[in-house]
């Protein structure tokens, strides 16, 4: 489920939000989490300024914060081998370069 906005505040700018809830069935977690549950699994918040520096190439440095809701889930995550910081949320961000075609 998600709630999405975007908007062109000028020309050649474009600003986008979101808002996700992300559901993991059993077999998804599973295999990215070493626990076989479903679950409402992640809240997601993403921001992103897209700038078109020309018809085809774009810039656009963005923002992404997840986290886990269910406490399984969190417990299982913090224990994998694959998280280095234990944490059950992760905040991401970075300026992407790009084309449209």
Do not use: C, Q
Request: charged share 15%.
């Amino acid at each position: 489920m998600a709630l999405e906005f975007e908007e062109a505040p000028a020309d050649g700018w474009t600003f986008e939000a979101a808002a996700r809830l992300s559901l993991g069935n059993a077999k998804f977690h599973g295999y990215y989490v070493p626990i076989e549950k479903a679950a409402l699994s992640a809240l997601v918040f993403e921001v992103g300024l897209t700038y078109a520096l020309s018809s085809t190439v774009y810039l656009r440095p963005h923002a992404e914060w997840t986290t886990l809701l269910d406490g399984e889930v969190k417990k299982a995550v913090a224990a994998s081998p694959w998280v280095f910081s234990g944490k059950a949320s992760l905040l991401n961000f970075g300026l992407a370069l790009g084309l449209a075609f």
